[in-house]
């Protein structure tokens, strides 16, 4: 038994009502939260003030398509750049043995950086979807107890309004226990892609993440169109959106049909703040000053009464040439990016967004949340206040997974280097 004395820790993190942050002591026992009380002198660890909060849950990552940035680079900048070049890389190069040992790196960073879920895409076109739904599955068992790891079957479009192709991938999901998935912007058969993935999740009995209006062309409106079918269908599973960027640069009156209708029919939205602040208004053919950030209308849908919640995207490859599975950059930056940081007392709950409120909307086992009982699976850091916390990047920081210590050495990228080759 261990107790972790003078602890910050954030009353949202606790699930309490209210901003703020509260000083206490954390008996450890057995790898759970045995106690929770107001801090006291007492024998124990003290640390002094520093946050504790929990391991964190990152519901939208792309672990397939991670760490190809060094061979196969984003040649300007923009989406299509990305998609095109993301499809070479993956015709040429994706045998399990290079999924396999890039998504083991990935996974190694999130666990030291103090992540214990984590959601992924898997690009699922014909043949893809075998190869690598059958190494998650690997995956999945070695990481299980570090990460607890799901998976969505993401493809275009056109596989959407194919029966055939539509069917095997979903049926290879559900095998796998994944879920249904798709990327739509402006597609001019949107309204049917999206009633046919929603048809086909109902019918298989799988819940839905789909990549909707990962766009600035005000022409989009797969989001509209998923809440319609899901509304139309009565379709009961859970469906999560993704990026949704399209809002941002369409008129009010549709911004607000939109979020009506999402909320309406119970859809959850994820926004991808550093992906698509790296990817959105940026010009193609040239460089200019970009002015939009990418991000969705993520206040807007809060307000409305939607799940919200924040997460990576893509990892050094040609849709985000950064990051690092690192869930406190992905709260330090969208803390930014999005304005949800004053006032700050209050601004802890939106640090759910990639805790407890990101786990609650995935559905993991793993809750996120500092209570009793649950596991002591728990990130320390030095900082003691929102404005120390997002400071600086903490490689200080120390993680406790079952109230134990980990080792948070990051992998060196040059692990990587032989495939880089390929």
């Known amino acids: 038994m261990e107790t972790l004395r003078n602890a ?26 045995a106690s929770i009380s107001p801090t006291a002198p007492g024998p124990g660890r003290n640390l002094d003030g520093g946050l504790v909060l929990p391991a964190f849950a990152d519901i939208h990552t792309h672990l397939d398509k991670g760490h190809i940035w060094p061979r196969k680079q984003n040649p300007d900048g923009t989406w299509l750049g990305a998609l095109n070049a993301v499809a070479t890389d993956r015709d040429g190069l994706w045998s399990a043995s290079d999924v396999g040992r890039r998504m083991d790196f990935a996974l190694r960073s999130a666990y030291a950086h103090g992540t214990a879920a984590i959601r992924t895409h898997l690009d699922s076109v014909l043949p893809q979807h075998q190869i690598s739904w059958d190494l998650f599955e690997e995956v999945r068992d070695n990481w299980r107890g570090r990460i607890e790891l799901q998976a969505v079957a993401l493809v275009d479009p056109e596989t959407l309004v194919n029966p055939s192709a539509l069917d ?23 309204k049917q892609a999206m009633l046919a993935v929603v048809d086909k999740a109902g019918e298989l009995g799988i819940d839905l993440d789909i990549h909707a209006d990962e766009t600035g062309d005000p022409a989009a409106h797969a989001l509209e169109h998923l809440a319609e079918a899901v509304i139309e269908t009565g379709f009961t599973g859970k469906v999560l959106a993704g990026h949704c960027c399209v809002l941002t640069v369409q008129d009010e009156m549709t911004q607000k049909r939109t979020i009506e209708k999402v909320a309406r029919a119970g859809i959850a939205i994820v926004s991808l703040p550093m992906c698509n602040l790296y990817l959105q208004d940026r010009a193609e053919g040239g460089y200019r000053t970009p002015i939009r950030r990418g991000v969705t209308l993520l206040h ?41 940081d004053h006032p700050q007392d209050e601004a802890w709950g939106w640090a759910r967004t990639v805790t407890a ?66």
């Open 168 to 190: 095997a991938v979903a049926r290879r999901a559900k095998q796998a226990g994944g879920l249904m998935g798709g990327s739509v912007a402006v597609f001019d058969r949107s």
């Open 8 to 33: 910050s820790v954030p009353s949202a993190m606790m699930g309490r009502s209210g901003g703020g942050i509260e000083r206490v002591d954390i008996v450890v026992a057995d790898g759970r939260i």
């Open 357 to 422: 409120d990101a786990a609650a909307i995935a559905g993991f086992e793993h809750r996120s949340e500092i209570k009793v009982g649950a596991p002591a699976d728990l990130v320390l850091f030095r900082a003691r206040n929102w404005t120390e916390l997002f400071a600086r990047p903490h490689s200080d920081r120390e993680v406790l997974r079952g109230g134990v210590k980990i080792d948070t050495t990051l992998p060196d990228y040059r692990e990587l280097d032989d495939l880089m080759e390929a």
């Open 300 to 340: 807007e849908f809060r307000a409305a009464g939607v799940e919200v919640a924040i997460a990576s995207d893509n990892t050094r490859d040609p849709f985000y040439a950064y990051g690092d599975l690192d869930a406190l950059e992905v709260l330090r930056e969208g803390a930014r990016i999005l304005h949800f």
